[in-house]
């Protein structure tokens, strides 16, 4: 084929134009019963132009009707037209892709990641946990990539609703009674709506049976007391007694019985325990605790029992269930330790509550009834970048109590960060959680323990139980699944689309669902137990050669050739291994190629021992070298967040 185009008839010879192109795939049409009598064929040349040839039959035999430029893209082999207009392309040296045929262009639709050809790779434990990551060199020149392999956990994929559910700001499931074995009701929040589905592999509307305000956003909710449930939004909250046509157990009358407390200022957060509820305000910055109480049958009423006026706003707030900390609290003891000769009883825990504030700080607050309002402890929250500057966007989006073998309190920041505190005593549940005077009670702090960054969006915290030491899931820019344990938390990467919003769901159907809100859809998964890698991917341009973790800087040094600029064909970047960022790089020179490379020590510095050949003449060989050339070594002193600079 000629490169000025197949309609070119002038039959002029201009050979210094002519540019052969093979074609290296190609793929029917599937047959097509209403069109009869006619056949395309997809195929691919190897400089990623798509075309179609139509033929048609009749008396005359087969003929071509026409032939149609439809796309460019990278070159694909193999192809394959499916059914639907769908297309799939592998790519020799990349991702695969699935397309769908459209007017004379070729519409993305999905990536089929491909991490081979892997030309070298390199393993360390980057976050410290005991885990293990392959950093990998991946592809070649254009979609050179580095990829991050780690273990990850599987889902079994049950349910996928339609595009239906844009803008949803809030999910949680509700159970009727505490002691309820299965989810009774899903609560969808939207801008400025709210919808109450039933729960089961059939979700129906059944919002007007449970009384929800439907024209609010809905900011939390939950279940105060059995058969009591609660809405909290901005201009107030709603405490809601269903119907049995939304659950068996309701009030036998035709609409829901509904009670309303309105404060005097707009609420920004709220949340929802056993016979409580906490909200607070932006302007002034008030917290309000709410109890709730029967007046007669069928009557109920919301009344405040705190109100006090905070220094700083509150961003979140959590109240841990107390029969889940009671169940799940254990000691940890020496010898000599008086704790654990004689425990505490598990019912002499407080009621309180973990919130975030804009100070940035997260604080564990008393809800003791009867007593006044005050903080137990509090952890600041304080995190610097790389050069040392305090980080922006540091203000908590979520917090979550977690009690193990000892306690623990997990931060979720609006900046992707997540924390995570304990307390200054090591030995037992602190004693300023407990209401018995006898056991200890110190003035501590809350120490920051560990900083790892999970993404660049807000981080959302889901327990996976209604316990203490439950699994919980991980939201930001992908699902994790994290592991509660003593000294370090697990991380488990999630094989499942970036999710706005997740929330256990378990029915008789799916006693351990997950319920995720992603693309516009409900998608109902179950985890799989088993071993799984998981991969990520960092497009760095060029051909990855060779990389090397450096301990010191926590960094990637990628050594890379086939560049496409006019100055150097080959480099060697230092690559961020949390989102592969080139922190910084050394160009080797015009018709030098960077082959090896290893770090060393050379008196106190470390230095990067890179082997190069250097040649001034034509490339001669098929790799793109000439075929004499002149071996070199290059000493780069390797340093953190600055330009790598040449030493000899």
Known sequence: MKDDGYMDIDGVDSRSNVKPRIVCSWSWEPPDPVRRGCARLLFCLDDGEFHILEFTLDVEGAKLYTFEYIDRTLPCRPLFWMKNRMIIGFVEMGDGMI????????????????????????????????????????????????????????????????????????????????????????????????????????????????????????????????????????????????????????????????????????????????????????????????????????????????????????????????????????????????????????????????????????????????????????GTVSVNNALGAPMSGCIPENVRFVAAERFYILAGLRNGMLLRFESETRDYLPGFLYKDSSIPSVNTFLQLISIRRIGITPVLLVPIHDSANADIIVLSDRPWLLHAARHSLAYSSISFLSASHVTPVSSVDCPNGLLFVAESCLHLVELVHGKRLNAQKFSIGGTPRKVLYHNESRTLLVLRTGLNGASSSSDVVQVDPQNGVLLSRYKCEPGETAKCMQIAKIGNDQVLIVGTTKSAGRPMMSNGEAERCTPDLLFIIIRFISNISMIH
């Open 99 to 378: 397309f769908k045929l459209g007017h004379r262009r070729l519409l993305h639709k999905s990536t089929i990641q491909n991490v081979a050809p892997i030309l070298d790779l390199a393993i360390a434990d980057y976050h410290g946990e005991k885990q293990d990551q392959m950093f990998a060199c991946c592809g070649m020149s254009p979609e050179g990539s580095l990829r991050v392999l780690r273990n990850g956990v599987n889902v079994d994929r049950l349910l996928k609703t339609e595009a239906i559910y844009q803008g949803v700001t809030g999910l949680w499931t509700l159970r009727m009674k505490a002691t309820d074995a299965y989810h009774s009701f899903l609560v969808l929040s939207f801008v400025e709506e709210t919808r109450i589905l039933s729960v089961g592999l059939s979700f129906n509307d059944i919002s007007d049976a449970v009384g929800f305000q439907p024209d609010v956003c809905t900011l939390a909710c939950g279940l105060v007391a059995d058969n009591l449930l609660v809405q909290i939004y901005s201009k107030g909250v709603k405490v809601c007694l269903p119907t049995v046509y939304a659950h068996p157990e309701g009030a036998p009358l035709t609409s829901p019985i509904c009670t309303d407390w309105y404060p005097a200022i707009t609420i920004s957060v709220g949340a929802v325990g056993h016979n409580i509820v906490v909200v607070a305000t932006s302007n002034p910055c008030c917290l309000y605790v709410l109890g709730v109480r029967s007046s007669s049958s069928y009557q109920y009423e919301l009344y405040a029992t705190h109100h006090v006026q905070l220094q700083y706003e509150v961003s979140c707030i959590s109240i841990p269930q107390e029969d889940c900390i009671h169940d799940n609290v254990s000691f940890s003891c020496g010898e000599g330790d008086d704790i654990c000769k004689n425990p505490p009883p598990k019912v002499n825990v407080c009621k309180f509550a973990v919130i975030g504030t804009h100070r940035p700080s997260v604080e564990i607050i008393s809800l003791e009834p009867g007593e006044a309002l005050r903080v137990l402890t509090i």
